[in-house]
């Protein structure tokens, strides 16, 4: 479904559902769509992410160690919610809750 679109706009509007997402539910869902598998494409979807949070239109609820290996066992776990500005940013990009 997104691979029609930048993978920075599809994680928004898997975001605009205005819930709360830990990243690692967002980076599974990202590697299906987009068939990037393995550490790298795991990697590099949790940077678009981090970016995203970054520029304002995710913001950073809460953290915790991934002590049983859903993601990436030993670092930080990250839930985020979308942001006025990223509900903006993401209507600019033409990106609508699906």
């Not at 299906?32 to 494409?41: I, K, L, R, S």
């Not at 995710?58 to 915790?64: G, I, M, P, W, Y």
């Amino acid at each position: 479904m997104g691979k029609n679109r930048p993978i920075k706009f599809r994680i928004l509007e898997l975001f605009l559902d205005g819930e709360e997402h830990w990243n690692y539910e967002i980076v599974s869902k990202i590697q299906e769509e987009y068939n990037m598998q393995g550490n790298y494409g795991r990697d590099s979807i949790n940077f678009d992410i981090i970016e995203l949070a970054s520029g304002g239109m995710l913001r950073d609820l809460e953290q915790r160690v991934d002590e049983e290996g859903i993601y990436k066992k030993g670092f930080l776990l990250h839930k985020y919610v979308i942001t006025d500005f990223g509900k903006v940013r993401g209507s600019d990009a033409c990106v609508r809750y699906v």
